[in-house]
C-alpha cells in the first residue's frame, strides 16, 4: 500500500477529498514507492495532495468535485465494504 500521511483522517474538508483519498490508498498499493501526502503546508500553501514516487516526481493535486465524485466515494466504499 501506499504510504498515507496521515494514515488515518477522521474528517475530511469535502467528500471530493475523501473520494480522492481513497482512490489514491487503493490505486497505489501495493507500492509502497508511492507517498501520498493530504493537506500538507508548504510554504503557507496547502495543496490537497502531494504524491511522490523516486521514479516518477512529484505530483500536486487540488480536488473539485461534483457528481461524479460521489459516484467514486459510493463505488469505493461498496467494493472495499467501508461505510
Same mark, same amino acid.
Given at each position: 500500500?501506499?504510504?498515507?500521511?496521515?494514515?488515518?483522517?477522521?474528517?475530511? *474538508? *469535502?467528500? /471530493?477529498?475523501?473520494?480522492?483519498? #481513497?482512490?489514491? #490508498?487503493?490505486?497505489?498499493?501495493?507500492?509502497? #514507492?508511492?507517498?501520498?501526502?493530504?493537506?500538507?503546508?508548504?510554504? /503557507? #500553501?496547502?495543496?490537497?495532495?502531494?504524491?511522490?514516487?523516486?521514479?516518477? /516526481?512529484?505530483?500536486?493535486?487540488?480536488?473539485?468535485? /461534483?457528481?461524479?465524485?460521489?459516484?467514486?466515494? *459510493?463505488?469505493?466504499?461498496?467494493? *472495499?465494504?467501508?461505510?
Amino acid at each position: 500500500m501506499a504510504i498515507m500521511i496521515p494514515d488515518e483522517i477522521e474528517e475530511f *474538508t *469535502t467528500c /471530493g477529498e475523501e473520494a480522492f483519498y #481513497r482512490f489514491l #490508498r487503493l490505486a497505489a498499493k501495493p507500492d509502497e #514507492r508511492f507517498c501520498v501526502w493530504y493537506s500538507p503546508d508548504i510554504f /503557507g #500553501r496547502e495543496p490537497d495532495f502531494v504524491l511522490f514516487c523516486p521514479e516518477v /516526481g512529484l505530483i500536486v493535486f487540488e480536488v473539485d468535485e /461534483g457528481q461524479d465524485v460521489y459516484n467514486l466515494l *459510493t463505488r469505493i466504499r461498496e467494493e *472495499t465494504n467501508d461505510a
